[in-house]
């Protein structure tokens, strides 16, 4: 079974920066390489959404208006790793991060098409 680990959250001021890491733990068949990823953001009372996905061979969309030109998703198959750089935070990208794989293999901008959760990150940002 595929586990994913989030780590990197945190408290910080608005302007700052932070960078999220997700990797994988468990039994798992395959590599994080093999994966298309996304991070996903859940803030207080609002559904989880979809913010920026990553292909195998490191492709990226943007699924989230609200973080274009400030998140960037990359990845380090030797790492095994996946990262959210996000710069200049606001208040309202205060929530719990978490990453995913989607079912089908292909990036999507679907909640229901990832079903596998990590515990996520707390990312709050505040002065």
């Known amino acids: 079974q595929l586990l994913f680990v989030e780590s990197g959250g945190g408290l910080v001021q608005p302007g700052g920066s932070l960078r999220l890491s997700c990797t994988t733990s468990g039994a798992s068949t395959r590599p994080l390489d093999f994966y298309a990823i996304s991070w996903f953001r859940q803030a207080p009372v609002k559904e989880r959404e979809v913010l920026l996905c990553?292909?195998?061979?490191?492709?990226?969309?943007d699924y989230a208006d609200s973080v274009k030109g400030r998140f960037t998703i990359s990845r380090d198959n030797a790492k095994n790793t996946v990262f959210l750089q996000m710069n200049s935070l606001k208040p309202e990208d205060t929530g719990i991060y978490y990453c995913?794989?989607?079912?089908?293999?292909?990036?999507?901008?679907?909640?229901?098409?990832?079903?596998?959760w990590g515990q996520g990150t707390q990312v709050t940002v505040s002065s």
């Open positions: 990553i292909t195998y061979s490191g492709g990226s969309t």
């Open positions: 995913a794989a989607p079912r089908s293999f292909y990036c999507s901008g679907y909640v229901d098409s990832y079903d596998t």
